[in-house]
């Protein structure tokens, strides 16, 4: 599940982007129909989840349309071991709020991963390396740790089937890595 960066802010983030590609242009700078929030992972659609996904996706729904729709400021700049990311700020905490119900809700039903509940930490990837090289990079993403970017409101969450052998591709090919399989629009009230 993902929420999506709305298009007010892909420039922004293209503008980023531009800086570091002057630095170094090797990794894959992904497009802005890929930039998202990961909001919980759902895992592989194995024979056990197929049987559960009727339930999995009524369940989903229902605990989300609870939630309004989330102010989120971008602040700063960041990596990971393997990519390049937007620092997010949710004032109200209301994407880890989602994460945590569904995690709960979820829990007999899907896996859950790594970096959720405690350790889920809201971002947008914006570049994944592609060498191990990255020094002069990084120097140049330690610059930008409080590059402001405004805010936005993220108004809907997606459920999508990630086609991972895509994320790394083509422009047309990152845009069709996240393929939207159910809406769901948060209230903005």
Known sequence: MVLPVPADMSGRIFHVQEILKTVDPRHVYHVPAYFHVTLKLVGWLDDQLKENLPVVLHLIERELRLFKAPMVVFHGVSYFPDVVYLKLHDPKGTIRSMNEVLVGKLGGLIGNF????DSF???VTIATFKTKDVDPLLRVVGTMADTGLGS??????RIVEFRAHLAYGSPKEQA???R???VIHLSEE
Not at 152 to 157: D, G, I, N, R, Y
């Open 180 to 182: 939207p399989i159910r």
């Open 152 to 157: 936005t409101v993220l108004s809907e969450v």
């Open 114 to 117: 790594a970096f959720e509940g």
């Open 121 to 123: 930490m809201p971002h």
């Open 176 to 178: 069709e890595s996240l």
